[in-house]
């Protein structure tokens, strides 16, 4: 039987979450992350909206599906592990887009590609392949995306960044 609140926090942290941490950094978007260079495989801004909402709606559930193997206290490293690449993953866009610093979020990205990882070999005992990695792989090919464009980026922008004292 389908726990409704259960489903309902898991799916609504990471969606609204990531949503308000978009909104948040719509200004420095529109005008820093504007005149940044970019390579010729940057993708439209228009398109990490509609992405990051439906990863955030599959890792969301991929959770979910966790919690429902016996609820936090039975599986507290594999949703601890979420726990904390959500964070990681949270953390990354005002590192990037409100602090300016490339270098900084480089390395949450990369710590966050290293929990997305563990995150997918913890789930994939509790919840079986088919969800595991159904759910997790696409996040984990957009975070290898995302990392590479970050690395990109930062090495071709050192005028525009905060960087390391």
Known sequence: MVDGGALAVCLIVPIVGGMLL???SSKDIKTWYASLT???WNPPNWLFGPVWTVLYAMMGYASY???EKGGFSRQAVPLGIYIAQLVLNFLWTPLFFTAHRLDVAFVDIALLWGMVIATIATFYPVIGPGLSLGLLLPYLAWVSFASCLN???WRHNADKQSLLS
């Open 151 to 153: 690395f990109w980026l």
């Open 38 to 40: 970019k390579p010729s």
């Open 22 to 24: 978009g909104f948040l």
């Open 65 to 67: 599906a966790v919690y």
